[in-house]
């Protein structure tokens, strides 16, 4: 077993490297860039020390990666643990790369026992995540761009905003970039609009005269000619993008519904009441496959942020939301939970009990998904999918109504 520890202090150009012994005494400080050359020199100056453990404040990336393949135990270490530990080193507030990198190192001398080593992912769930926080981050980015393109039309021609539902909608999108600004729709009537909807696919919620009456009496903002002109150019443009952003989440929900559907956990995670493929897709990426990783359905509710923070001296006492998480799983536990309590009994009651102590519906939700953890966790450990006939709180709530 090695007896040196390091620590890295990453950042987006040069990482802070320190290496120290069991006594804590520094064997070498150095820094590499973060690209090809740096990462090997990297691996290359910390293979001198044999089969030595790095500690690290992030459990992804790029860097992560690399130091795992080349067979380097990795041990994340939250920030937050980080700066609690920072009045141990030294009582000014100060920080810099290379201290924190130092307290990194000798945390993991110290208290390597607290601290879980990552597991390398497999390559399936590797690519799932990938896709996953992807489509994410890509409609992350539609959402932002639609606000944009509703605050430009507001501006200039409102009734391009209200005549569909959704101004991101493809219906809306080929409205804008065929109408950009109000001449160019002057002579729009109740034939044209009927035949541009017949053109693209309009599932007819509203009829032609509905869509022209909402898009007669919308404020008209009062521009210039140039200036209206300028603006119907910007909204063109929006629009271009977001249908390009909106063919790609297309292309990656069917890559991802496919994926899922292809592993065992991915079907384990579907068979929930309304997990539904994307959900189930979020879940598993950020749930991984390693069974060791968390070690009760407690510590997965804690990673998740469905569990509360209790502080506790003395008689005082309190209960708040927990902020430190992975925001991800949260979101796609509290989406399932949300869902299935309008497929499953258990569910419903569950969250029906939470609403009438008087919790808001976020609050909840998360309760529920507290609840759902539990089977969750089993279902997973037992690698079988869920059954409601062998979930007993289902089966009690059933016997109870019965």
Known sequence: MSKFFAGLDWASQVHAVCVIDEHGTVKTRFEVTHDAVGLRELCRRLAAFGAIAVAIERPSGTLVDTLIEAGFTVVPIHPNAVKASRPRYRSHGAK?????????????????????????????????????????????????LANQLRSLLESFWPGAATVFADVDSPIGLAF?????????????????????CAQHGYSGHRSAEEL???????????????????????????????????????????????AVAALDDGRI?????????ICAAQILAELGSDRQRFSSDQHLAAEAGVAPLTYQSGKCRAVTFRWACNHRLRAALTCL??????????????????????CDHPHAVRILARAWVRVIWRAWLDRKPYDPSQHRATQRLQL???
Request: proline letters at 4%; charged letters at 25%.
């Open 269 to 277: 995670l579907m068979s929930f009441p309304r997990a539904g493929r």
């Open 212 to 258: 022209v009456c909402r898009l007669r009496d919308a404020p008209a903002a009062t521009c210039g000619a140039l200036e209206t002109q300028a603006k119907g150019e910007l909204a063109r443009a929006l629009a271009h993008s977001l249908v390009a952003i909106v063919e790609h989440i297309r292309r990656l929900t069917n890559r991802i519904e496919h």
């Open 96 to 144: 810099s790369d290379t201290s924190d990198a130092y307290l990194l190192a000798d945390l993991l001398r110290t208290d390597g026992h607290r601290f879980k080593p990552l597991t390398p992912h497999s390559d399936e769930i590797r690519a799932l995540r990938a896709l996953v926080r992807g489509r994410d981050d890509l409609i992350a980015t539609r959402v932002q």
């Open 176 to 196: 804008i970039d065929r109408y950009p600004t109000p001449a160019s729709a002057k002579g729009l009537g109740l034939k044209r609009m009927a035949a541009f």
């Open 337 to 358: 939970a949300d869902n299935s309590r309008h497929a499953s009994t258990w569910a419903a009651h569950v969250y029906a009990k939470a609403r009438g102590r008087g």
């Open 400 to 402: 109870a109504g019965g």
